[in-house]
């Protein structure tokens, strides 16, 4: 009897297209974060280490990447030998460090990914003189594909698919 009625409940909330309402679903909603800017890039607010910080949203970086230079700032630490070397802001080589004690969060969803860091001064002050925003890192491809980001520019908001990411 109990199937009977679970297996026409269950038709019921398909054929009515109402699935996602139904308290048999088991979909996430979306996390909407508000965009801080859209003046030249799309600029979010996260905690890093328990502390306000904004980020790019970078879909031509395939890596996340702290400024090195907010080490003091955010208590994260990095390896003591570069990871690799990349091509930087401002078209200079530099190296790139894996950071350690990490901790970021977009709303109160907490993502967890691999970080870097390297000197990012050049695009701190090149976004900070049209926005007057102060960056602290760029969320790259990486953390955008795991995390299924979807940049709403209308609305002005960035919705992550959490059943997407760990």
Not at 151 to 159: A, E, F, G, K, V
């Amino acid at each position: 009897m109990q199937t009977a009625i679970l297996t026409l409940l269950t038709i019921l909330t398909f054929e009515a297209g109402t699935i996602k309402d139904s308290p048999l679903s088991f979909a996430a909603e979306p996390l909407f974060i508000e965009i801080a800017c859209l003046e030249k890039v799309p600029i979010v607010k996260v905690q890093l280490n328990d502390k306000e910080a904004f980020f790019v949203l970078d879909s031509g970086s395939d890596i996340s990447i702290i400024n090195r230079l907010d080490l003091d700032k955010f208590q994260f630490t990095v390896k003591k030998t570069a990871s690799r070397d990349v091509k930087g802001f401002a078209g200079e080589q530099r190296g790139i460090y894996r950071v350690n004690q990490v901790k970021l969060a977009l709303g109160d969803h907490e993502i967890n990914s691999s970080f870097f860091a390297t000197d990012l001064k050049h695009l701190v002050r090149t976004i900070e003189n049209h926005t007057s925003i102060t960056v602290n890192g760029i969320l790259g491809l990486d953390i955008m594909k795991e995390y299924g980001f979807t940049i709403d520019y209308l609305n002005m908001r960035l919705s992550i698919d959490l059943k997407s990411n760990r």
